[in-house]
């Protein structure tokens, strides 16, 4: 007879929101934890890797961290230094490029000298200067010079670059995804407004890797849970896969956005100004990201990846995004409510436990507050 090891914790998947779990789990309750990841590497979609040609990249798209919350950016704190850096966008309008979120920079971009300023007075007298508006809100608004931008921007920034990411426009999806990236009455070209932002110095892998590196921890990589679930015993399951496959598609799949990422080299210097170039127009993907941006990082060449969005085929693709419709919520909810029936010993956690289009960030202070609950069990 072979003796199992029994591990108080049991965490499937080792990205940020599992990752974190088990750390504090194993730190602040001194639990011994298992983590096991089907993937060959820690830090789940966050996870990035140097190429062939030496350049830091991110291998399922670019990540920047940012956040509001002094605990996460402690907490983090402890396992990294930051890179100070700041996120600057552009959108690809035709031959133009305007800094994102459009704003009264991206105004003067594709309005001429008086018309722009007539636009920006409106715009400040109906909002306040420095607000942000969502495109959907600012489409309400029956000024005609404001009727007039958002009319441009909805058409020429966020309906083509919307169906391509969701397969939808921006109307058919819930209105906090449009609103992720607002229209900013100001000039400020930074992509996020957050207190805290920055790239961890020696990369999200190794962010994760430390987070992970505790006695009390051990790490099954290259190991999908439900092929060893019957061969290891824990007394708690957090459980970040996605939920539906941990309920076998009992009411259907839920549905997720994939991507397929192309990553380029090229000799030579920058290709472009800022980091990401979003491509709302003809092109087949959505974003062009060049990777030394982030880091600063000196090479004799750069790489830039490409995304190209599709739907998530469950065994085939990876799932990156859950899609904020009604449908899919309604669907989720019911895993949600079965997931309260079947015990107390398993919690889902995370983006795709939880089917949340979550930031960094908010995966870490879901985790936190995961091991709060359970330390009360
Ligand atoms: P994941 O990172 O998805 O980790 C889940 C892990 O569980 C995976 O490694 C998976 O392999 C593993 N797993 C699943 N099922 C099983 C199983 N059955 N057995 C074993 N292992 C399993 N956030 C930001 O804050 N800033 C950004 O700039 C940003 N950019 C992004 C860009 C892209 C293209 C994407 C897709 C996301 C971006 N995010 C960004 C969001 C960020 O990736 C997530 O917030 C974060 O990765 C969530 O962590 P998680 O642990 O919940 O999920
Ligand atoms: N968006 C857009 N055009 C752009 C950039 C963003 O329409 O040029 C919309 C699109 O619907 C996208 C959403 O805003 O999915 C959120 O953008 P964000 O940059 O937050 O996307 P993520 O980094 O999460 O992929």
Sequence with gaps: MTTRTEYDLVVVGAGFAGSVVAERAAQRLGWRVLVVEQRDHVGGNA???????????????????????????????????????????????????????????????????HRAREISEALVSEYGAG????ILRLRDNPNHAIRRLSTLIYEQVYLGYTRKQWGLSPDELDPSVT??????????????????????????????????????????????????????????????????????????????????????HTRGPLLQ?????????????????????????SAGGTT????????????????????????SRNRYRKYRDI????????????RLGRYQYLNMDQAVAQALATVSRLART
């Excluded at 920055?198 to 290259?222: C, F, K, Q, V, W």
């Excluded at 100004?273 to 990082?297: D, I, K, L, M």
């Excluded at 079947?342 to 889902?348: L, P, R």
């Design 179 to 264: 609103a992720r990236v607002p229209v900013r009455i100001g000039k400020n070209d930074e992509y996020f407004t957050d207190r805290f932002q920055g790239i961890p110095t020696d990369g999200y892998s190794a962010l994760i890797e430390r987070i992970l590196a505790h006695d009390n921890i051990n790490l099954m990589l290259g190991t999908d849970y439900h092929d060893i679930s019957p061969t290891i015993r824990g007394r708690l399951l957090v459980y970040t896969g996605t939920i539906d496959r941990f309920f076998d598609f009992r009411f259907g799949e839920l549905p997720y956005r994939t991507l397929r990422i192309d990553f380029k």
């Design 339 to 350: 997931a309260k029936t079947i015990s107390n010993d398993v919690t889902f956690c995370g």
């Design 47 to 113: 996870a990035d890797m140097i190429d062939a040609n030496g350049v830091l990249v991110h291998r399922y798209g670019p990540h920047i961290f940012h956040t509001n919350s002094d605990a996460v950016w402690r907490y983090l704190g402890r396992f990294t230094k930051w890179l100070p850096y700041r996120h600057r966008v552009q959108a690809s309008l035709g031959n133009t490029l305007v800094p994102l979120p459009f704003n009264l920079n991206s105004i003067s971009r594709v309005f001429p000298l």
């Design 131 to 134: 607000a942000e508006i969502s």
């Design 273 to 297: 100004s800022v980091a990401v170039v979003t491509h709302p127009g003809h092109a087949e993907y959505t974003r062009s990201t060049e990777y030394r941006h982030f880091t600063g990082q």
């Design 304 to 327: 830039l990846s490409y995304e190209y969005p599709g739907p998530h085929l469950p065994g085939e693709t990876t799932p990156y995004y859950p899609i904020p419709v009604p449908e």
